[in-house]
């Protein structure tokens, strides 16, 4: 049965009740406050829900994740990365990130990243919860991602690109630093052939619980501002 989460509670259901068709469905209701969704992720769970929609929490099983040793980068993408065409940096503009991860894209009608998302994110990122990854060519904006980092692990939200593999060298070059700063997971939530083809797959709820119980409050070296 699907659980409907109160406004004036942050608890949710255990992940053995997640739905399994949709997969992953865990509750609906409840806010985008920050401790809620704080709260959330910690749970191994996060919002996903289009417009018009009562705000839907998920907990996939199988869960997509990367782990940072197993990276793959392509010869392709590894020349473009050796030529450094592209200047990457952490938290230089997260807005202009949220925004850009927003807009209309190609394979898709609407978005899920409503404007009351952006807003929890960016209060997210001005609590110093939420991070993103700029991509510049030449002083131009051409693409990025954003995300979560709590303890030892990174929650990957959505990701852009406006040139040819810009995508995947922010990334790419924020798997390797990850990696440099202790982090030991990376979570990619849902598949797509985009990831899979970074390395990415799928691993069982179950495990992917345990490394939040193992890793959540664990310390890292991180340091954002690059």
Same mark, same amino acid.
């Given at each position: 049965?699907?659980?409907?989460?109160?406004?004036?509670?942050?608890?949710? #259901?255990?992940?053995?009740?997640?739905?399994? =068709? &949709?997969?992953? @469905?865990?509750?609906?209701?409840?806010?985008?406050?920050?401790?809620?969704?704080?709260?959330?992720?910690?749970?191994?769970?996060? &919002?996903?829900?289009?417009?018009?929609?009562?705000?839907?929490?998920?907990?996939?099983? #199988?869960?997509?994740?990367?782990?940072?040793?197993?990276?793959?980068?392509?010869?392709?993408?590894?020349?473009? /990365?050796?030529?450094?065409?592209?200047?990457?940096?952490?938290?230089?503009?997260?807005?202009?990130?949220?925004?850009?991860?927003?807009? #209309?894209?190609? *394979?898709? *009608?609407?978005?899920?990243?409503? *404007?009351?998302?952006?807003?929890?994110?960016?209060?997210?990122?001005?609590?110093?919860?939420?991070?993103?990854? =700029?991509?510049?060519?030449?002083? =131009?904006?051409?693409?990025?991602?954003?995300?979560?980092?709590?303890?030892? /692990?990174?929650?990957? =939200?959505?990701?852009?690109?406006?040139?040819?593999?810009?995508?995947?060298?922010?990334?790419?070059? @924020?798997?390797?630093?990850?990696?440099?700063?202790?982090?030991?997971?990376?979570?990619?939530?849902?598949?797509?052939?985009?990831?899979?083809?970074?390395?990415?797959?799928?691993?069982?709820?179950?495990?992917?619980?345990?490394?939040?119980?193992?890793?959540? *409050?664990?310390?890292?070296?991180?340091?954002?501002?690059?």
């Amino acid at each position: 049965m699907l659980t409907w989460l109160k406004r004036d509670t942050l608890t949710f #259901p255990p992940l053995t009740k997640a739905m399994r =068709e &949709p997969n992953g @469905l865990l509750a609906a209701g409840g806010d985008l406050s920050p401790d809620r969704l704080i709260k959330a992720y910690r749970h191994g769970c996060f &919002p996903w829900f289009s417009e018009g929609q009562p705000i839907l929490w998920w907990s996939p099983d #199988p869960r997509t994740v990367l782990f940072p040793d197993e990276l793959h980068v392509s010869r392709s993408l590894a020349k473009l /990365l050796r030529q450094q065409r592209y200047q990457v940096t952490f938290d230089r503009d997260f807005v202009s990130v949220i925004h850009a991860c927003a807009g #209309p894209r190609r *394979d898709a *009608d609407g978005t899920w990243i409503t *404007d009351n998302m952006q807003n929890a994110y960016i209060e997210l990122h001005a609590r110093g919860h939420a991070h993103s990854v =700029e991509v510049w060519d030449n002083g =131009e904006l051409v693409g990025g991602l954003y995300g979560l980092a709590m303890g030892q /692990l990174f929650f990957g =939200e959505s990701m852009f690109s406006r040139a040819d593999n810009a995508s995947k060298v922010g990334f790419a070059t @924020l798997v390797k630093q990850l990696q440099a700063w202790g982090f030991v997971l990376i979570d990619c939530q849902m598949p797509t052939h985009h990831l899979h083809s970074l390395g990415a797959r799928a691993i069982p709820r179950q495990q992917f619980a345990d490394y939040l119980r193992g890793h959540l *409050d664990q310390p890292t070296t991180a340091t954002w501002v690059l």
